[in-house]
């Protein structure tokens, strides 16, 4: 992913207002994250846990969603991350819900996938961030058509979100 700017994020979400966009926290370390092993730039907000934004490159341009992560059952289970297909224990995935776009957001129309919590699927694809064993099942695919394919499944996410 090429570099963003905290401009480049607030300009980019497509189903909050401006106003939320320019409140939202944007995180500090945007010049040290290892740009060239993320595929897409996911955080959680540290005031608020239950809020967590995605940013994707957009041919030209950047697309940003806000999230809001659903409260964790008091069970622990394993789950798997709808994007990278990465598999955690306890916590490590989420239910993540956007707002669609436009008027249908209005309306209060929502979607939502399981995903990393962290939102770090980038750094688990690549073995920059551990998980614990059994958590990457052994693939035959390479680590680019592994990439193609959880940004694919972005991809179709955000095309939920928006149209």
Partial sequence: MRPV????????FVNCTK???KRLTVPRDLAGRPWDDLDFLGWQDPAAPERAYIVAEDGDGFVGVALRRAAQSGRVRRGMCALCLTTHTAGGVSLMT??????????GNSVGSYMCTDLACSLYLRGKKDVEPGARLPESLTLAEQVDRTLANLAGFLRTVTG
């Fill in 5 to 12: 700017t905290e401009r480049d994020i607030r300009a980019s």
């Fill in 19 to 21: 106003g939320e966009a």
């Fill in 98 to 107: 956007a707002r669609k776009a436009g008027r249908d957001g209005q309306q």
